[in-house]
């Protein structure tokens, strides 16, 4: 079992910028890739950014590139989703997953969410 507690959400203005921590405890799981999803009202949740832990790939949804960074901590066992230029359309829910791989990250362990709003 992993346990996964996500921090960091809050109120934002357009052009500001957030930082979402994930913390993750339990069975081993350096072996898993660690992500971000995101749900906004009356929409698909859909995955932000992952990152694989033992070599550090990282994959990024198109909306996102450029301003999202995911990063790890091995010693605080706790990934990062560093947000900057937030825009509105980047206000959603935000939940933190750890899968097997990347490709499969959804069908593995999920947080609680945390949101994010972001104000025009």
């Known amino acids: 079992q992993v346990q996964l507690i996500e921090s960091g959400g809050g109120l934002v203005q357009a052009g500001g910028s957030l930082r979402l921590s994930c913390a993750a405890s339990?069975?081993?799981?350096?072996?898993?890739?660690m992500g971000w999803f995101r749900q906004a009202p009356g929409k698909e949740r859909d995955i932000v950014a992952a990152?694989?832990?033992?070599?550090?790939?990282?994959y990024y949804a198109d909306s996102v590139k450029g301003r999202f960074t995911i990063s790890r901590d091995n010693a605080k066992n706790t990934v990062y989703l560093q947000m900057n230029s937030l825009k509105p359309e980047d206000t959603a829910v935000y939940y933190c997953?750890?899968?097997?791989?990347?490709?499969?990250?959804?069908?593995?362990?999920w947080g609680q969410g945390t949101q994010v709003t972001v104000s025009s």
């Open positions: 997953v750890a899968g097997n791989t990347i490709a499969t990250i959804s069908s593995g362990y």
């Open positions: 339990g069975r081993t799981f350096r072996s898993y890739a």
């Open positions: 990152i694989r832990w033992s070599t550090g790939n990282t």
